[in-house]
């Protein structure tokens, strides 16, 4: 484990460079052990031999006209209880994660985060060993201009 870990703050742009997601506003939650990405259109399918979902997200807030489609492996379905004390069943897939000039494979689960201010959340597993978090901060990786992360999902 990394004596110096860097400090990533509360709120912070990540990429799912495997999702073709160049940028996301993803929430730091070290009280939630999973992650979770906001998703829609799930459909389960077969392919080799292997269970795979394809499912469609709107990665920036409020902007419904940006739209990723992205089908992944399905390693696990678990039942996952949120903040409100909800729960559901959801997929998880593992993907790559970049986080402040890191990637890494993250589990990930696919759930319906509409009513959410953020359309990832990055919970402790993920970050465990990796970052520290500084809770009075935001954005340590760097900020990006509405503009410039449009200009990147247009391209």
């Not at 742009?13 to 070290?30: F, G, M, Q």
Request: no cysteine; aromatic share 10%.
């Amino acid at each position: 484990m990394p004596i110096n870990k860097p400090f990533i703050g509360w709120r912070e742009w990540a990429s799912l460079p495997d999702l073709k997601v160049p940028l996301i506003k993803a929430k730091i939650d070290t009280g939630a052990r999973s992650s979770a990405l906001h998703t829609f259109a799930l459909d389960a399918f077969m392919r080799d031999g292997r269970e795979w979902v394809k499912f469609k997200l709107h990665p920036l807030q409020n902007r419904s006209d940006i739209m990723v489609e992205a089908e992944a492996p399905i390693i696990d379905q678990r039942l996952v209880t949120d903040s409100g004390g909800h729960q559901e069943y959801r997929y998880f897939i593992q993907t790559n994660l970049r986080l402040l000039n890191q990637t890494f494979a993250a589990e990930v689960s696919l759930t319906t985060r509409d009513t959410m201010r953020f359309r990832m959340l990055i919970g402790r597993t993920a970050l465990n060993g990796r970052y520290t978090v500084d809770p009075e901060q935001s954005y340590l990786s760097g900020e990006h201009s509405k503009s410039s992360v449009l200009k990147m999902y247009r391209s």
